[in-house]
């Protein structure tokens, strides 16, 4: 996976964010969702990387990265820290001004980055969530059976974090494949990669504080942001056969948090990038403005 690409460590405050670069060209941050890494996006980035620099770092509290001490309100996870990583993570690459693809977690990242520093991005694409206060908000009986992690994983510690490493592997298995799509869009290695990154106790700790932090601190900056929204024009997909088609009117939604926004949706399920990346790269070369590339390698 990510042949021709480096991999990286960069200190960033109290934490070091670990990921791969690689490819030339206008500067793309990938993002990566829960329970994953930066490998999510290993069927994308070698054709991506044709066309741009592409950096595709582990969140802090996922994969290598460094998972952050635990405040009693949850901000060490909350989505304004993550969004400041990625922040000071470009600026190391000399990247004032850069995309972002995200997904899942990664995209609420991204969200959260562009209300606060507004000037960095230029174009954004999100896969497969609605904002996360709307999410929330509009929450039906279906949508809370579809997604239970995001309500279990909020329960105070040490609850969740027990539950999961009885066995991680078998919790990211059926966490993972319970969508229409099974296991059909996980590699043998990428699958690997995910069990030995959640097998790390620290790391399934992080991540229950991420949802802690999404049902408190981050709700609490999204009203802050008052009647203010994203500014950079948004591309947002999503899974025809997943919750977001299935409970949420996504665009509506976030035609509430952004003021410029497009999007569809795609016949998969949540993990798009892994399940559809021609069809997902296909979006990313129109809405981005470059040229499309051939698997060959040609334009």
Known sequence: MFEGFKSFAHVIGDVTIHGRV?????????LHGYPQTHVMWHKMAPDLAKRFTVIA?????YGA????????????????EMAADMVALMRGFG???????????????????????????????????????EMYA???????????????????????????EADPRDFWNKKCTFGAAGDGPFSDEARDAYHNAFSN??????????????????IAH???DGARKL???????????????????CLELWKLRAETVTGKSLPGAHYLAEELPERVLREAFVFLGVGAVSREGGA
């Open 57 to 61: 770092p582990d969140l802090r509290g």
């Open 231 to 249: 500014t950079c024009p948004i591309h947002v997909l999503w899974g025809a056969h997943g919750a977001i088609e299935a409970y949420f009117d």
């Open 138 to 164: 509009n929450t039906t009986l279906g949508f809370a059976r579809t997604y239970a992690h995001w309500f279990y994983l909020t329960e105070p510690y040490p609850l969740p974090e027990r539950m999961i």
């Open 95 to 133: 990247f004032k001004t850069f995309d972002i693809m995200a997904h899942d977690r990664g995209a609420r990242v991204a969200h959260r980055l562009g209300m606060d520093s507004p000037y960095a991005v230029r174009k954004m694409i999100i896969l497969d969530i609605a904002p996360t206060r």
């Open 65 to 80: 990265s460094t998972c952050p001490r635990t405040r009693d309100d949850h901000s060490q996870m909350s989505k304004r």
């Open 222 to 224: 999204d009203d802050a």
């Open 22 to 30: 690689g490819g030339s060209g206008p500067p793309l941050l990938l």
């Open 201 to 218: 106790k620290a790391v399934i700790h992080a991540s229950c504080e991420d949802y802690r932090a999404a049902a408190t601190i981050d």
